[in-house]
């Protein structure tokens, strides 16, 4: 071999044994600086902050429509009265609940009564006062329970203001802790007003039960609200007819 071919074999065997011991050394050299994408608020630049947990691209939310739950229409709760300051407000009664269908309005009417008539409709639990130009005042009542309830035609014979009460006897047997006598007020059954009914025991009244109105729970007499009966007074003269129907 000449000594050309030795220098050439030499050199050769020299980068062969080097070349691991560069690339052992070369793991401890600074690593490449990073290359950031130009959108600095993409998911996976953010996680390159340290301190911060790997952030992943979530799928899009899968569309929902929201459910809003209305208040029922069909019940009304009487405004309570404002508490005088340092004392605690009372939970409102739930009996004092009434069925906005049993509050006062104006309808069309074109039955065959005349203006200035009261027709009680004791299946409905409407009372109407009818007007002219084809239109009649609507009020909630309570009518008689099942055993107690009656039709038929009067007239009013007597108006009282809080007027006092005197259960009769029969309703004194059925209930026996009844009073004889009480005072007209409004802790009184009779409520505000009263219109009496011809001869019978039978009365248009107010009551202190006003969530009472829209049911059958009397033992005869036509129950209203304080204010509405209270506004039928003030239109109605003695000697208005009543019909009563079921």
């Given at each position: 071999?000449?000594?050309?071919?030795?220098?050439?074999?030499?050199?050769?065997?020299?980068?062969?044994?080097?070349?691991?011991?560069?690339?052992?050394?070369?793991?401890y050299a600074s690593p490449p600086p990073i290359v950031l994408s130009p959108d600095l608020t993409e998911p996976w630049v953010m996680q390159l902050r340290p301190?911060?947990?790997?952030?992943?691209?979530?799928?899009?939310?899968?569309?929902?429509?929201?459910?809003?739950?209305?208040?029922?229409?069909?019940?009304?709760?009487?405004?309570m009265p404002v508490q005088p300051p340092g004392q605690t407000a009372k939970r409102a009664d739930p009996r004092g609940q009434i069925d906005p269908r049993f509050l006062p309005t104006v309808v069309d009417y074109s039955g065959p009564h005349g203006p200035g008539t009261i027709?009680?409709?004791?299946?409905?639990?409407?009372?109407?006062?009818?007007?002219?130009?084809?239109?009649?005042?609507?009020?909630?009542?309570?009518?008689?329970?099942?055993?107690?309830?009656?039709?038929?035609?009067?007239?009013?014979?007597?108006?009282?203001?809080?007027?006092?009460?005197?259960?009769?006897?029969?309703?004194?047997?059925?209930?026996?802790?009844?009073?004889?006598?009480?005072?007209?007020?409004?802790?009184?059954?009779?409520?505000?007003?009263?219109?009496?009914?011809?001869?019978?025991?039978?009365?248009?009244?107010?009551?202190?039960?006003?969530?009472?109105?829209?049911?059958?729970?009397?033992?005869?007499?036509?129950?209203?609200?304080?204010?509405?009966?209270?506004?039928?007074?003030?239109?109605?003269?003695?000697?208005?007819?009543?019909?009563?129907?079921?």
């Open positions: 071999m000449s000594m050309k071919h030795m220098v050439l074999a030499t050199t050769l065997a020299l980068a062969v044994l080097a070349g691991p011991a560069s690339a052992q050394n070369s793991r301190g911060t947990q790997p952030i992943y691209r979530a799928p899009p939310p899968k569309a929902t429509t929201a459910t809003m739950r209305l208040p029922d229409p069909s019940r009304q709760l009487e405004t027709i009680i409709d004791t299946e409905a639990r409407h009372l109407f006062l009818v007007e002219r130009d084809g239109r009649a005042r609507r009020y909630g009542v309570g009518v008689g329970r099942p055993g107690f309830q009656w039709a038929g035609t009067h007239r009013v014979t007597r108006k009282a203001e809080w007027p006092s009460w005197r259960p009769p006897a029969e309703m004194r047997k059925r209930q026996p802790y009844l009073p004889v006598f009480m005072e007209g007020g409004p802790r009184n059954p009779l409520g505000a007003r009263a219109l009496y009914l011809g001869s019978t025991l039978y009365r248009i009244h107010g009551t202190s039960e006003p969530w009472t109105i829209g049911h059958a729970v009397s033992s005869g007499c036509i129950r209203m609200r304080n204010e509405d009966v209270t506004d039928l007074y003030e239109r109605v003269p003695v000697g208005a007819r009543v019909v009563v129907v079921r």
